[in-house]
């Protein structure tokens, strides 16, 4: 979804994609880590559907994730670089372990909050980000795939809202309780500054004080992950005052 | 951490039985947007740095921050939302207008969607949407007022109680007024004139400036109008400062020595720099509620940004005031409908329910004195502590007036 007030990047177009290689990389690098850490949710995800439907549903996201990876490693070539990814990176592997809490605890609701409120909000909203800088196919290829991602939430939304229905107050709780454990997370991989050290998907040193130079910035990326999870839980009908309180408590 | 769910759900339960009025604003400077970010962050996180709190602000989608409870001398109650639409304090620029009136907007949505039946439009957000109503999304139930009626109200209450303090003629007194032609300018125009020796109009469009003044000529007022400001200033013993400025940015030059300057803007109008020694500066078109008002969480003194307690801008008062009258209509809207009738009904309906005139104050907290505390009965309350210029306080005192600038209600009978 792009967001309604976009206020920062005003999409000056990168030409040259030989300086800034390196740099489309690693944002490569995270988009590809990202695809298949939401492959694997969608698989584990599809272990403890009951509904055959729904296994075949959960199968087909993961089918989905997995060709957008693919994608995402087909555009690293066409610029000429190889693009790395790492499941196992610190972040992204708090982040996959908090999904598999849930699917511990068969908790079919909780994975949909973890895998399409939260870490999609992040993707649809990072991706056209990138999609409108991002030079030629490289650009339209982030966007086109942010536009996809978006229909999986639209999907979810549709499930999410009649769960919260039976009981608003056992699913907001949840919510929270996720907010607390794969936010805080999603926070600090987008905070404006690594400060925990190397996020060991980058290349090389972290990307982030490069990002300027395909009118991009980390500051950018947050905002707009944070207005689109903000929106998303307004959808689903959270107090929209309840929310901003929890989203100005992550850390920064 | 955070809210607990159970006040989650009180909350929905408040929002989804009766929000009788919502209050849309925006934050006039960075420092009071961090303070609003604080409170949400809650004292248990470390306050945001100023570069977060500028990355962070201007992607927040428009939102309720907190509710709001007033009360009416009268025992009758009002509950209500303060809406944000979390307008950049440095975004106020006409080159932001249209992602501006997104936010308006989308904040008017939020009111609707919370089933809001009167909504106030405070600060700029009544400037983009005046006259674009139809702007607005599908209303329902929802009415929408600029509340720059009760504005107008309380800047002629303010200049007529401060000519009483300072034992001014008005009748003899020549006014300006910086913004004449915007809807509270030429509301204040229109009440004022008829008790002035002499009118003087200053606004950027001078095809509206004729057509103001023809309209009070009409009624035998000397008036003049001009673009340029400082023509004017060394002139006024009265100004009215109610230009829709990004900034505190205006400086009126040549005053008269010892001119009474409303400042009535939002943000202010007056530059911090305006050198004015003389001058006796302040804050217009606030009111304050008598019959108590809560915030949940607690943004007494953020969202409120003066030094006693329970002030508020008239705009924002409208809305309440009608809330606590059962009157959900839309009492202001438009450009230039405002007239002395319509003031004085509003101001009729505010004080019915205990909303007055809000003590004097500028940006030294020149009034902020421990008899002003006392007059309001509320010493303990005031936020903020802030040095008296005696000279002023002595000239007020000695006017024999005992508030400065409390409305006593009985005066008000008279």
């Not at chain 1, 996720?178 to 905070?191: D, G, I, Q, S, Y």
């Not at chain 2, 100004?239 to 400086?251: D, E, F, K, R």
Request: aromatic share 6%; hydrophobic share 40%; glycine share 10%.
């Amino acid at each position: 979804m792009e967001p309604v007030i976009g206020v920062s990047s005003q999409g000056i177009e990168c030409t040259s994609l030989s300086c800034s290689a390196p740099i489309w990389q690693d944002i490569l690098a995270q988009a590809v880590t990202g695809e298949l850490l939401a492959a694997m949710n969608y698989t584990s995800l599809s272990e403890i559907c009951d509904d055959p439907a729904e296994v075949a549903d959960a199968l087909e996201h993961a089918a989905g994730e997995r060709g957008h990876a693919a994608t995402f490693a087909a555009e690293g070539r066409k610029i000429g670089v190889e693009v790395a990814n790492n499941v196992d990176a610190k972040h992204w592997k708090r982040l996959r372990e908090a999904f598999l809490r849930c699917i511990t605890e068969r908790d079919f609701i909780g994975c949909l909050i973890v895998q399409e409120i939260m870490l999609e909000s992040f993707a649809v909203a990072s991706y056209a980000r990138v999609g409108k800088v991002a030079p030629g196919g490289l650009g339209e290829t982030f966007a086109r795939i942010a536009a996809e991602e978006e229909e999986h939430v639209d999907h979810a939304l549709a499930i999410l809202r009649a769960e919260r229905a039976l009981d608003v107050q056992r699913f907001d709780d949840k919510v929270h309780r996720l907010h607390l454990e794969v936010m805080t997370t999603l926070a600090k991989m987008l905070a404006k500054e690594c400060k925990d050290g190397h996020c060991e998907v980058c290349h090389g040193n972290c990307v982030k004080p490069s990002l300027f130079e395909v009118s991009l910035s980390a500051a950018e990326l947050r905002g707009a992950s944070l207005q689109q999870y903000l929106k998303t839980l307004d959808m689903l009908g959270l107090p929209g005052e309840v929310t901003l309180g929890w989203v100005t408590q992550l850390p920064v | 951490m955070g809210d607990s769910v159970t006040s989650v759900a009180r909350r929905e339960r408040t929002t989804d039985v009766d929000v009788d009025f919502a209050l849309i604003g925006h934050q006039e400077s960075w420092r009071a947007a961090a303070d609003v970010l604080a409170v949400l962050r809650g004292p248990q996180h470390t306050p945001l740095p100023d570069d977060e709190i500028k990355d962070i602000l201007p992607w927040i989608p428009p939102r309720a921050v907190c509710h709001v409870e007033i009360g009416s001398i009268g025992g009758t109650k009002a509950r209500g939302l303060y809406i944000d639409s979390f307008i950049p304090p440095d975004r106020l620029e006409a080159a932001y207008v249209h992602e501006n009136i997104a936010r308006v907007r989308g904040a008017a949505a939020y009111a609707i969607k919370a089933g809001a039946k009167i909504v106030s439009l405070g600060g700029f957000s009544s400037i983009l949407i005046e006259g674009n109503f139809d702007q607005l999304p599908e209303r329902h139930d929802t009415v929408f007022t600029t509340g720059n009626t009760l504005t107008v109200g309380f800047i002629v209450q303010g200049i007529k109680k401060m000519c009483a303090l300072e034992d001014r003629n008005l009748r003899r007194s020549t006014l300006l007024i910086v913004g004449a032609t915007g809807d509270v300018g030429s509301g204040c125009a229109r009440c004022l004139a008829p008790f002035v020796g002499r009118v003087l109009l200053s606004a950027r469009n001078v095809e509206r400036l004729r057509r103001l003044a023809a309209e009070l000529e009409a009624h035998g007022v000397q008036v003049e109008i001009a673009i340029d400001l400082q023509r004017f200033s060394a002139e006024a013993d009265l100004v009215i400062c109610a230009a829709s400025l990004a900034s505190p940015s205006l400086l009126l030059g040549r005053i008269t020595p010892h001119a009474i300057v409303c400042d009535a803007g939002y943000p202010k109008n007056l530059s911090p720099g305006a050198e004015m020694p003389d001058a006796k500066v302040f804050f217009g078109g606030l009111g304050q509620i008598t019959g108590g008002m809560t915030f949940v969480p607690d943004f007494c003194g953020i969202l409120n940004r003066h030094p006693f307690p329970d002030v508020v801008h008239g705009c924002l008062l409208e809305g309440m005031a009608l809330a606590l009258e059962a009157r959900f209509e839309p009492f202001s809207q438009g450009r230039g409908f405002i007239t002395p009738e319509r003031v004085e009904e509003i101001e009729a309906i505010a004080a019915r329910h205990g909303i007055y005139l809000a003590p004097f104050y500028n940006a030294d907290d020149q009034w902020k004195t421990d008899l002003n505390a006392r007059r309001n009965g509320r010493e303990d309350e005031c936020m903020g502590e802030g040095p008296s210029r005696t000279g002023f306080v002595d000239g007020w005192e000695d006017s024999g007036v005992a508030s400065a600038g409390t409305v006593d209600p009985g005066e008000r009978d008279r």
